[in-house]
């Protein structure tokens, strides 16, 4: 479905994320994925505070430790431009999220492991490529390697990804690095587990 009549000038965003929860999870993929560079940036500041974000946006509460949920991402780079995000939610006794990034190149930058905590502004969400890296993943994911390993240097190390909400199952993103934003956007859509 295309709601971009309802993004640009100014985005409406009741009524995107009423459009949104009422698709089913390919038609919001599919939807996400006609966004421009242009409109997934003007989506990112209006969500400021639009749909404030929890860790449970990203793990729902009902999901049991160690098992994996995926988000399916579109994002504003000129190429490899799909990808997911999956993340859990570990046995340790602060039951902290963790996550990372499935994708082509993942053998050339690795899998880029991240912690996700709260963020610096009230209602958004930090996915955290500096900090804590798990210990133990769910079964099946990619070895544990730090952010500085091969390319992933150049793509994961030091970043943060501020996350905003748009509707039930839909959050977007902007790439943050070296203490700026980066020219760089994303939108996250979570399957139902």
Do not use: C
């Not at 599919?30 to 639009?50: D, I, M, P, R, Y």
């Not at 039951?95 to 610096?120: C, I, K």
């Not at 390993?149 to 943050?176: C, K, T």
């Amino acid at each position: 479905m295309d709601v971009t009549v309802l993004v640009d000038p100014e985005p409406n965003l009741e009524q995107i994320a009423r459009v949104l929860d009422e698709l089913g999870h390919e038609g919001r993929v599919h939807t996400v994925g006609t966004w421009s560079k242009k409109e997934q940036a003007l989506l990112f500041e209006a969500a400021k505070g639009h749909r404030p974000l929890t860790l449970e946006h990203f793990v729902p509460s009902g999901v049991e430790t160690m098992k994996e949920v995926i988000h399916d991402g579109r994002n504003t780079l000129f190429a490899f431009n799909q990808f997911q995000k999956r993340f859990f939610r570990s046995e340790d006794e602060d039951a902290t999220l963790y996550g990372y990034n499935h994708q082509d190149m993942g053998w050339v930058t690795g899998p880029g492991y991240f912690e996700v905590r709260s963020g610096e502004n009230e209602g958004e969400i930090a996915i955290d490529y500096a900090k804590r890296l798990p210990t133990k993943t769910p079964s099946g994911w990619p070895p544990v390697l730090p952010n500085s390993a091969r390319l992933g240097s150049l793509v994961y190390e030091g970043m943060i990804d501020y996350m905003r909400g748009i509707s039930e199952h839909v959050a977007i993103g902007r790439a943050f690095k070296k203490g700026a934003f980066m020219d760089a956007w994303f939108v996250l859509v979570r399957k139902d587990a």
